[in-house]
């Protein structure tokens, strides 16, 4: 990790207080003028450092910037950072990504139409969430692609407990929830070479609220923020988290141990749920009354076990790979 780096995950543990430029020498056993210098990269990166005489240094906590050069220099892998200031979506920009010989990373402060599963849309205000877009060529065979909006959302579950000490549980495929209520979705897309069979592109869009803001009337008794967190971190931090988590499980493949850690952090399995859209009718906001139904298991794949509580197939058991549920 670079100085630099070194430097702004201080500034982030000190939160409001200033460090001054002898202590923080013997943090990073460095000169006084190399600190001096590893500020003014932050300061000429768009970083606020604010420096007082004889105090120190400290980051304006009003400001959460994302920077390129900062997750690009967290990653142990070579990729490419886009950062944008408004785009409609960032799965959108991903797709117009030409070379895929490497990753690509898409996140913007603000998106006008960010977009969640099943059409529905994303609410994505300026500065207070993290909207990112994960996009690369895959690798692998057809049995492991279906695993991979399970590897993701573990991906973001396990970068949440690191970088901010929250817990969020998964609420089956790919929704994160923090005391009852949303505060993650992800969306994956895939596009496909019908002459070859093979998979071209996939596209992992996550949106995160990750800072307090006024949430529409029809959001606000459902979705939260990553509120008081244990530990201070900035969007930068979470970031480049899940990049460096999710791809770790997607070159380290291990289908058991990715099953096994989404199953210990889901909160539906045992439960009554309601299955909604594919052959169970409209969802629920279009009307539908959906079946109703219990969570058993996760399978190998990632798909949903569950035990039909009514219909003509009651107590019969089914494995459901799309949709989706909401608990009784």
Known sequence: MSTSLKLLEIFNERGDRYVSGQELAGLLGLSRNSVWKAVKKLQDQGFPVESKPSVGYRLAQASDLLS???????????????????????????????????????????????????????????????????????????????????????????????????????????????????????????ESNFETGSIDRIIIGIGI????????????????????????????????AIAEKFFSHLKNFDSRRIIREYKSRSFILGQPITLYGSHFGALPENGGSGIRARAIDIDDNGGLVVEYMEGRHAREMDTITSGEITLR
């Open 209 to 240: 609220n990750c800072f307090a803001c006024s949430f529409p009337e029809e959001l606000a008794a459902k979705a939260t923020y990553i509120e008081s967190p244990r530990k201070e971190f900035s969007r930068n931090q979470l970031a480049a």
């Open 68 to 190: 390129a050069e900062y997750i690009e220099e967290a990653l142990s892998f070579p990729c490419q950072v886009h950062v944008l200031e408004k785009v409609d979506s960032t799965n959108n920009y991903a797709k117009t990504i030409g070379d895929l010989s490497y990753p690509h990373i898409v996140l913007a402060n603000e998106q006008s139409g960010g977009r969640g599963r099943l059409g529905r849309s994303f609410y994505s205000p300026p500065g207070t969430g993290l909207y990112m877009s994960l996009v690369f060529r895959p690798k692998l065979e057809l049995a492991k692609a279906m695993l991979i909006t399970t590897m993701a959302a573990l991906a973001v579950c396990q970068a949440f407990e690191e970088v901010t000490g929250a817990g969020p549980k998964i609420k089956w495929v790919n929704d994160l929830y923090l005391q009852g209520k949303k505060v993650c979705g992800i969306l994956t897309e895939a």
